[in-house]
């Protein structure tokens, strides 16, 4: 019999999972290494200045996967989005349908609160997670590039 699968959204004691789920993705993107984040800051920034949220996939009373996402805002739209930063199910957990079942739920929270799109990133050599992404329907942002300003460079430039 297959596992129910169910979410729940993490609170403030879950920070120390949040982070092993953080590292977990990033140990798989091969940058575990960038992984500066702490406990202390995730409380901080997740649940104290609210800045961001997260659901767990839940196997029983087991935590299997996780979705970290927070709300952008898309000006032609008028309205809200969700942008999701990062998505992750244990690899002894793939292939059981709960990394759609994660994007499904955060359809739906997108729904409920009125947003107006979900959207997210993916590296270009992660070619399992773009076939599955096209698989759901998603589309690329092919004529969109992403820059970044950080670290020296932002607070060089925020003199």
């Known amino acids: 019999m297959k596992p129910k699968l169910n979410f729940r959204y993490a609170k403030e004691s879950d920070t120390e999972k949040i982070l092993y789920f953080i590292k977990e993705l990033a ?3 091969k940058m575990l290494d960038e992984v500066v984040a702490t406990e202390e800051l ?3 920034w ?3 200045k609210k800045k961001a949220e997260v659901i767990f996939a839940m196997e029983g009373e087991t935590e299997v996967g996780f979705a970290l996402f927070f ?3 898309s000006t032609f739209l008028g309205r809200a989005g969700i942008y999701l930063e990062d998505l992750f199910v244990l690899p002894e957990h793939r292939g059981k349908g709960y990394g759609k079942g994660l ?3 955060l359809a739906k929270i997108a729904v409920e609160r009125g947003c107006g799109r979900l959207e997210w990133w993916c590296l270009d050599w992660n070619k399992p997670s773009i076939d599955f992404y096209l698989s759901l329907g998603a589309e690329p942002m092919e004529d969109w590039t ?3 300003i950080a ?3 932002l607070i060089h430039m925020a003199e």
């Open 27 to 29: 140990a798989y993107e």
């Open 42 to 44: 995730l409380k901080e």
């Open 46 to 48: 997740i649940f104290e």
């Open 71 to 73: 709300h952008n805002f």
């Open 103 to 105: 994007l499904k739920q």
């Open 146 to 148: 992403v820059y970044r």
């Open 151 to 153: 670290g020296d460079t």
